[in-house]
Each structure stands twice: as structure tokens, then as C-alpha cells.
């Protein structure tokens, strides 16, 4: 009777054991695929943050141009030499009529 026992446990184990394998397996395949949703998660915050960040950045820098300063620079950029060039013109056309 207690080998009939023993033997009778032993076809069940044996008999389980596939299925509880599967189980684990299937176990593990969630577990692995919760993990790679949940770092794709946190992956894409932190490209968000960083996109931010460099939009706040580049917001900032053009933010802290002095504008008028550059206006005024530009325009006398622009204006130096006119009345050299005027100059040598006029002293050319004089020329030609001679």
C-alpha cells in the first residue's frame, strides 16, 4: 500500500512537471516583457525631458540677443565705406568729362 502510494505520487509529479515548466516559462515571458515595456516608458520620458531641455535652451539664448544693440551694429556695418565709395565715384565720373 505505502508503494502504491509513493508510486502514485510519482506519476503525478512526473505527469505535472511539463506543466509547471510551461508555467514558469510563461511566467518569465511576462515578468521579461513588463520590464521592456516599462524601460521603453522611461526611455521616452527622458527624451521628452531632454527635447525640453534643449528647446528651454535655445528659447533662452535667443531670449538673451540684445536686439537693438545688433540693429545698431548692423546698420553701421552697413553704412561704413558709402561715403568712400560716393567719393570715388564722383572722382571718376569728374575724369571721364575731362
Do not use: E, R
Not at 521592456?36 to 527622458?46: E, K, L, P, T
Amino acid at each position: 500500500m505505502v508503494t502504491d502510494a509513493v508510486t502514485q505520487t510519482n506519476v503525478q509529479v512526473i505527469g505535472d512537471a511539463p506543466a509547471m515548466a510551461m508555467a514558469n516559462i510563461y511566467m518569465s515571458m511576462a515578468h521579461a516583457t513588463g520590464i521592456m515595456f516599462q524601460n521603453s516608458v522611461g526611455a521616452a520620458s527622458q527624451q521628452l525631458i531632454l527635447s525640453q531641455a534643449a528647446t528651454t535652451q535655445g528659447v533662452m539664448q535667443i531670449n538673451s540677443v540684445n536686439t537693438m544693440a545688433g540693429a545698431s551694429a548692423t546698420q553701421k556695418i552697413a553704412q561704413v565705406g558709402t561715403a568712400d565709395q560716393l567719393t570715388t565715384l564722383l572722382t571718376t565720373l569728374q575724369g571721364l568729362n575731362q
